[in-house]
């Protein structure tokens, strides 16, 4: 099956789909994106995506070219011509194509769009929750301003590669302070021996997970108890349960972090359970 993207207005075969070398978020990584899960060829929480892009717009100063509707008739026209039935849809709007010039291009030039949609394997996903992730700590050394959801993200990038080279599947990024802010493309959660959750308050520090702020929906339902606090690593290892949420892994058990195990070093019943009941409160569209 051949896959298709959409660029600038018009929908082309996937190795055809390009844009020009002079693009700003090719060369300064001057743009913003979305992603949303995809799940039985619906879009989920396509409102919050869409709320939280606009958000990230804003704060960049770069114009949405065209409607919202306009917008989630390609994120849905995507999604079908690709025939995505559990995946992901990735949005990414960048300050569009001029001259390399640091300050931003004349008013005329037009926002770059770009969408593209895949499957991804649902049962394997279902598999590594069953299993649980291992997390390894690195230093933040992202910019003071990721809550907004820029694609700049070398950062990120490093870090989740040393994780990698260590032999886990996702870095949780810690502040000079010793305080964990999130994940490398994840928010990072925690459950303490009394059985409440844990996760940083939102400032600038983290971005506002749309699947984090769903979570706080599930687990007000829930009747859990929920403290938005920072928490150290040393806490993190001592406490009874930790995971991390994004739209592609939902809510994702950590069963080690650095090497030691975290509860009994399975995958606990609480993110369990989140996982199981998440798209109760999700929205799809
Ligand atoms: N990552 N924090 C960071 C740094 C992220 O990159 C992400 C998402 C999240 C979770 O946000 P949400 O719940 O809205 O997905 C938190 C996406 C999935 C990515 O870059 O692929």
Known sequence: ???????????????KATVHVEDRGYQFADGVYEVCEIRDQRIIDERRHMERLQRSLKEVRI????????LSVVL?????????????????????VARRDFTFPSSTTTPSVVVTARNLDRAGGEKTAHNGI??????????????????????????KQAAKDQGAREAWLVDDRGFVTEGGSSNAWIVTDQGKLVTRPTDHD????????????????????????????EEAYAEREAF??????IVMPVIRIDGRNIGTGKPGPIALALRRTFHRKAEFS
């Open 1 to 15: 099956m051949s896959r298709v993207a959409y660029v600038n207005g018009r929908y082309l075969p996937h190795r």
């Open 63 to 70: 114009q949405l070219p065209m409607s919202l509707r306009a």
């Open 76 to 96: 849905h026209e995507t999604v079908r011509r690709n025939h995505v039935c559990n995946g992901i849809v990735y949005l990414q709007i960048t300050r569009g």
């Open 134 to 159: 291992v997390v390894a700590t690195m230093p933040d050394q992202r910019w003071a301003r990721v809550d907004i959801k820029s694609v700049s993200l070398l950062p990120n990038v490093l870090a």
């Open 206 to 233: 983290i971005l506002r997970g749309i699947t984090r702020t769903v979570l706080l929906d599930v687990i007000a339902a829930e009747g859990l108890e929920l403290e938005e606090r920072p928490f150290t690593v």
């Open 244 to 249: 991390v949420s994004s739209a592609s892994q």
